[in-house]
């Protein structure tokens, strides 16, 4: 009985890969989860564990990050893996195939008051809308919230000045993309509500404030986005907010001989910080039952 092996191919996936165009004060994003899989003379590693014609999956992972730097962006992903897949195969005698993936997320600019944003972005798709209603014999109380409103901010975001350790290793930094899905839930005050439009400007002002605010901390940024929405908003008495600190690492393309002005980020997915509060009007009524199994906020 004979043993072989049969199709195989290997790379890295979901490298994420941010990218900024900052030729101008009015940014662009492109948002990957790139996949690189390669086919070639690959039966020894199989079989004898001989790596000569293993280019590393490490390797693609950079190469992905470099060439984006290189190429001046991203462009249409068709475009981009195309290029990748011309490049492994034709850079590497060993390398005879690729298959490569790429997912696309897209962005808009935030819009405010003076139309949209130079560098503070929304994530395509809808948030979800949530609502929680308790009623209590006579008294009824109207949690509304959403989930899932995905903003980024490309500049226009500092963290520095915090405490520092034995175990401290963040820099501080005076320019770094902020990003974050907010879930935010509110407590109106009373029933006689528009809930449709109410909502819709809540989450503008909660985005608008994202948008306009020069952040220090994303816990600052939490705090003016419900100011924001309290100050417009007398019939919401408190609102509590769920921020992950989705973090983008400075891809390092200094062994490459690239610079990397804040153009080439690796989104990291975990771990992350998480902010939360409740911004709260100092007079409003009691929660009563409100809250009672809203899950997971302060
Ligand atoms: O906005 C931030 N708040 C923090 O509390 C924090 N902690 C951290 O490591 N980075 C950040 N960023």
């Known amino acids: 009985m004979g043993i072989r092996l049969g199709d195989n191919q290997y790379g890295k996936a979901e490298v994420r890969l941010v990218h900024i165009t900052r030729d101008t004060p009015v ?11 390669l086919r070639g003379d690959l039966e020894t590693v199989h079989t004898e564990g001989d790596n000569g014609t293993c280019l590393p999956t490490d390797t693609q992972k950079n190469t992905v990050y470099a060439k984006a730097k290189e190429w001046g962006g991203v462009g249409a992903i068709e475009d981009f893996a195309l290029k ?80 520092k350790t034995k175990y401290t290793t ?26 449709d439009k109410t909502y819709e400007s809540v989450k503008a002002l909660a985005l608008e404030a994202f948008a306009e605010t020069h952040s220090l901390a994303l816990q600052q940024t939490l705090y003016a986005m419900g100011k924001a929405v309290l100050e417009a908003h007398p019939e919401i008495a408190e609102i509590k907010f769920s921020m ?3 973090h983008h690492f400075l891809v390092d393309l200094s062994p490459f001989g ?18 939360e509060a409740v911004v709260e009007r100092d007079d409003a009524p009691e929660a009563g039952r409100a809250w009672e199994t809203v899950p997971g906020f302060v």
């Open 170 to 195: 963040l820099a501080e930094t005076d320019d770094r993309i902020l990003a974050t899905d907010v879930t935010a839930r509110w407590r109106y005050i009373g029933t006689g509500v528009e809930w």
């Open 27 to 37: 940014h662009g994003i492109k948002d990957i989860n790139y996949g690189s899989q």
């Open 84 to 163: 990748m897949a011309r490049h492994f195969v034709d850079e590497h005698e060993y390398v005879y195939g690729a298959r490569q993936e790429v997912e696309e997320y897209t962005w808009e600019r935030i819009a405010t008051g003076e139309g949209p944003h130079d560098h503070a972005f929304v994530r395509k798709g809808a948030e979800t809308r949530t609502a929680v209603v308790t009623k209590d014999g006579d008294s009824e109380w109207v949690v509304s919230g959403f989930s899932g409103l995905t903003v980024l901010k490309s500049t226009g975001s500092e963290f520095h000045g915090y405490p």
């Open 258 to 275: 690239l610079d990397n002005p804040n153009e080439v980020f690796f989104a990291a997915d975990r771990p992350y910080g998480l902010i």
């Open 244 to 246: 992950p600190n989705n």
